[in-house]
């Protein structure tokens, strides 16, 4: 998987356009957007609960994308941090050992009943789930307007956001 100037590969058609429907595709494009991931990821997610977000590859995901530049970064935008907190660990031990590249907020209060998912890859692929109790949503590998209107609407929910307490206490 690698990424050209105008497109990220994910392996999953010759088109960089791809409708997804149902929940199996959904997370076969997910788990490929981030595989493909060479310099950002952004999340806005309701919960991480999809197994992938708990497996190895997922850990080499991060990893990887945190070696290769200083100006790398993963963020993550979820409703329930709580949840993330006492389910992920995985996830919360690679934030809390990256912590300049791996960040997790959670989504305002006010903004909650958008029951929307998206990720956003290197600034120019997306997935884009637009109602979250629906399986049906958008895989595209080469469009930067609408993942830079998403980084967008990403960039001001995390402006507005928090980080969890937790993620930072020492747990004495």
């Not at 690698?2 to 929940?23: K, Q, R």
């Not at 903004?111 to 290197?122: A, L, P, R, S």
Request: charged share 25%.
């Amino acid at each position: 998987m690698t990424e050209g100037a105008n497109e990220v590969s994910v392996g999953l058609s010759d088109s960089p356009h791809l409708v997804i429907d149902g929940t199996t595709a959904m997370n076969e494009c997910i788990e490929r957007v981030f595989l493909a991931c060479r310099r950002s990821l952004i999340i806005r997610a309701r919960r991480l609960d999809f197994a992938f977000y708990f497996s190895e590859s997922f850990t080499e995901c991060c990893q990887s994308v945190v070696k290769q530049g200083l100006r790398n970064e993963i963020l993550f935008l979820v409703e329930d941090e709580q949840y993330l907190m006492r389910t992920n660990t995985r996830l919360v031990t690679l934030a809390r050992q990256f912590s300049s590249y791996i960040k997790i907020r959670a989504i305002p209060e006010e903004y909650i009943e958008h029951q929307e998912m998206f990720i956003v890859c290197d600034d120019i692929a997306y997935v884009h789930q637009p109602n979250i109790e629906h399986p049906k949503g958008l895989l595209n590998t080469s469009d930067r307007g609408t993942a830079r209107k998403l980084g967008l609407r990403f960039k001001d929910l995390w402006q507005r956001s928090i980080p969890p307490p937790e993620l930072f206490s020492i747990g004495l």
